[in-house]
């Protein structure tokens, strides 16, 4: 078995090569890819980098994405014609109705309606909801959903993080401004990365703002957990908020159903479901560089009975990315996905 890596000298491709090896994945080649800047280099252990050509992307079972959108669709469906199943971690394909959208443990058999070879990994925020939220769907039913995301600086890469850590010495060398004159502390720096000043910090704009208000990030919240859960008229409403955390996404949920809820039965689904753990009060922190999704603060809503709040967290370079994307390529193989082509 001949596996591809794309984007292999990123953040996430670096911790998708460490997981396939972690893992134990059946492969008998790895091969690394990567930009004409990277391509010729050499990766410890897995030999040369290849630039991305049609001459190079025959002749492999499975080809993992993560280098970006653009990326993706100028080359995913050339690798599913030499003979790949693609698993791709951007957006490009996502929302294709001929592409599943798939969380390992909430819809592994939507994999088998792959009918362009591809299969899509969600929005790392995205991903972090959706073992919660299947395992309290299947018990009560959901209808709706509050979502608020306070959302690492590693959700935008290796130069989110490298920003929020140059910031931070810089701004921590001057506590009397960041208590009396924050706008003046905020400007010391320089952000390209994230909206605004992130380092002790609080940025309620994630992504792209669009006409209705909302940003593409939270649009994506919205629209991937309709695809997911297979509840086409959930009602959502997100907002998306970067925070001083390196690697960790954490969202509040208020989740609404069509039963009442009952909270001793909604904990006994939480702690049953697969890779789901439950706990006082989960923090990103302490969920980074692990694989598990973390939930806790689960209490009922104090105006509807139907409704249930809880706080949940997860490593989003991991789960959210890359450990994903290993599980789903497992998947394609015991699933009889790989060779089919």
């Known amino acids: 078995m001949r596996v591809a890596v794309v984007g292999a000298t990123g953040a996430v491709g670096q911790i998708m090569l460490r997981t396939l090896e972690r893992r134990g994945f059946a492969a008998d080649a790895i091969v690394p890819f990567a930009s004409e800047r990277s391509a010729g280099r050499e990766l410890e252990g897995y030999g040369t980098i290849q630039p991305l050509r049609d001459d190079t992307v025959a002749g492999f079972d499975l080809a993992l994405f993560s280098a970006g959108g653009g990326t993706s669709r100028d080359w995913a469906e050339r690798f599913v014609a030499g003979g790949a199943v693609v698993v791709d971690n951007s957006s490009a394909w996502r929302m294709d109705p001929d592409v599943p959208l798939v969380v390992s443990e909430v819809n592994p058999e939507a994999m088998d309606a792959a009918r362009k070879g591809i299969v899509a990994n969600p929005n790392c925020t995205t991903m972090v909801v959706m073992l919660p939220a299947k395992a309290l769907h299947d018990r009560f039913g959901m209808t709706a959903m509050v979502a608020t995301s306070y959302q690492a600086a590693g959700g935008a890469g290796q130069k989110g993080i490298d920003e929020l850590a140059a ?14 004159d924050g706008a003046a502390a905020a400007r010391k720096v320089e952000s390209s990365v994230h909206a605004n000043t992130l380092a002790f910090n609080v940025i309620p704009r994630l992504g792209t703002i669009g006409p209705n208000g909302y940003t593409d990030e939270e649009m994506k ?30 969202i509040e949920v208020r989740a609404t159903y069509e039963r009442e809820v009952d909270l001793d039965e909604a904990l006994a689904a939480l702690r049953a479901f697969p890779n789901l753990v439950v706990e006082e009060a989960p923090t990103p922190l302490e969920a980074a560089g692990r694989d598990e999704t973390f939930v806790g603060r689960v209490r009922r809503d104090l105006g509807d009975p139907h409704s249930l709040n809880f706080f949940v967290v ?3 370079l991991l789960k959210g990315a890359a450990l994903n994307t290993v599980q789903l390529a497992e998947l394609a193989v015991e699933r009889g996905l790989v060779g089919r082509r």
């Open 314 to 316: 997860g490593d989003n």
């Open 167 to 180: 910031q931070v010495p810089v701004l921590a060398a001057d506590i009397d401004a960041l208590v009396n």
């Open 221 to 250: 919240l919205q629209d991937e957990s309709r695809k997911i859960l297979g509840i086409p008229v959930l009602a959502v409403s997100p907002t998306c908020v970067r925070v001083p955390v390196m690697v960790g996404h954490a």
